[in-house]
């Protein structure tokens, strides 16, 4: 097959934690020996789009200055285009918040805002989830990054965002935006980087709920590698169906 772009996750794809999965650099090292563009897409909230370059170095993965596309970059973005004058109440990451300030957003530290937004909060405790309660009032707007169960860790897998974004919508009973995987606005994102048609590219990635799920979504052709959250068994159980399964992104050739 050809393909006008590569959307490659990061955590589970690339890498595990602060460690690179193995095959990690052959894959890639294919696709940019077939033409094929990369754009990086990750629904990780810890790392601004400029950071991934010292950390990719870090670990020892080859960089060539691909587009990278997160999370948090994602949800400023969507607030920058739909609520720019928006007062926006945070609990999550400060790369968050950082990327929320960077598009031009003022940022609520108490009260009522316009909109509340939610993903993986290592700084969560009782005085947060209160505050973030608080936030809320007639007409605000609930807006999560991403809504992973899990993600994978080097010691294992540990709570995704999905966790404090549930913890957020049962005390409000309102169901949030979500900008992240699976919803297809990261893969807009994506394609708009290289100019290409969101159709014709492959997206990558080891999560059936959210990379197979929004390339599935997206029309896209995916390919589900087996190095993070999901395994081939969870394939044979789910009603998402990856047009490829690999065991890693070394074996990524085999479909170009």
């Known amino acids: 097959m050809s393909y006008a772009a590569a959307f490659v996750d990061l955590d589970g794809t690339v890498w595990r934690g602060r460690s690179a999965i193995p095959g990690a650099n052959a894959g890639l090292r294919v696709l940019r020996d077939a033409a094929v563009p990369i754009v990086f897409l990750t629904n990780n909230t810890g790392v601004r789009r400029d950071e991934v370059t010292s950390r990719l170095d870090a670990i020892g993965i080859d960089y060539r200055g691909e587009p990278v596309v997160t999370a948090a970059w994602a949800t400023a973005a969507y607030l920058a285009e739909h609520r720019p004058d928006a007062d926006v109440h945070v609990m999550g990451r400060e790369t968050v918040e950082a990327e929320i300030e960077d598009a031009g957003l003022t940022l609520s530290t108490e009260g009522q805002a316009d909109v509340v937004v939610a993903g993986y909060d290592d700084r969560v405790d009782f005085a947060r989830l209160t505050g973030t309660l608080r936030a809320f009032g007639p007409g605000t ?12 860790e080097e010691d294992g897998p540990v ?26 606005r990261m893969a807009a994102l994506a394609a708009a980087e290289v ?20 390339g599935e979504r997206a029309g896209m052709d995916t390919a589900l590698v087996c190095s993070g959250v999901s395994a081939r068994e969870d394939v044979a159980a789910s009603e998402i169906e990856p047009t490829y399964v690999v065991d890693d992104l070394g074996e990524i050739g085999a479909l170009l």
């Open 141 to 152: 707007v609930f807006v999560a990054t991403n809504r992973d169960r899990t993600t994978p």
């Open 159 to 184: 709570p995704g965002a999905n966790a404090f974004v549930s913890a957020i919508e049962g005390m409000v009973d309102q169901e949030p935006v979500v900008v992240g995987k699976p919803e297809t």
């Open 195 to 214: 100019d290409v048609n969101v159709h014709d590219c492959l997206m990558i990635g080891d999560n059936l709920e959210t990379d197979v799920l929004m």
